[in-house]
């Protein structure tokens, strides 16, 4: 199992910057892919940043391209977020995800972190 957990959320006014964390522990071997995801009040989930777990590979969703940075730091089994330019539609909770397969869904998933960005 690998267990995920995320830090760094908070309160931050429009154009400010967060960083979020992401450690992992547990069977960490073998993960291929990490990705952060979020969710607003009344919308559905979505993916805003992924890449492989050496960090290559990022893809970002159109909203935040520009905006986000995805990295991760092997050696501490950490991934990390880089928001900037923040907005109030940036506003959520934000979850780290994982997975063991280079195809298919995220197994592994922390319990979120908010972030809320306002006007």
């Known amino acids: 199992q690998v267990q995920l957990v995320e830090s760094g959320g908070g309160l931050v006014q429009a154009g400010g910057s967060l960083r979020l964390s992401c450690a992992a522990s547990?069977?960490?071997?073998?993960?291929?892919?990490i990705g952060w995801f979020r969710r607003a009040p009344g919308k559905e989930r979505e993916r805003v940043a992924a890449?492989?777990?050496?960090?290559?590979?990022?893809a970002y969703a159109e909203p935040v391209k520009g905006r986000f940075a995805i990295s991760t730091d092997n050696a501490k089994n950490m991934v990390y977020l880089q928001m900037n330019s923040l907005k109030p539609e940036d506003t959520a909770v934000y979850f780290c995800?994982?997975?063991?397969?280079?195809?298919?869904?995220?197994?592994?998933w922390g319990q979120g972190t908010q972030v809320t960005v306002s006007s």
């Open positions: 995800a994982a997975r063991k397969s280079i195809v298919g869904d995220y197994t592994y």
């Open positions: 890449s492989t777990w050496t960090g290559e590979l990022a």
């Open positions: 547990g069977r960490t071997s073998g993960i291929v892919r």
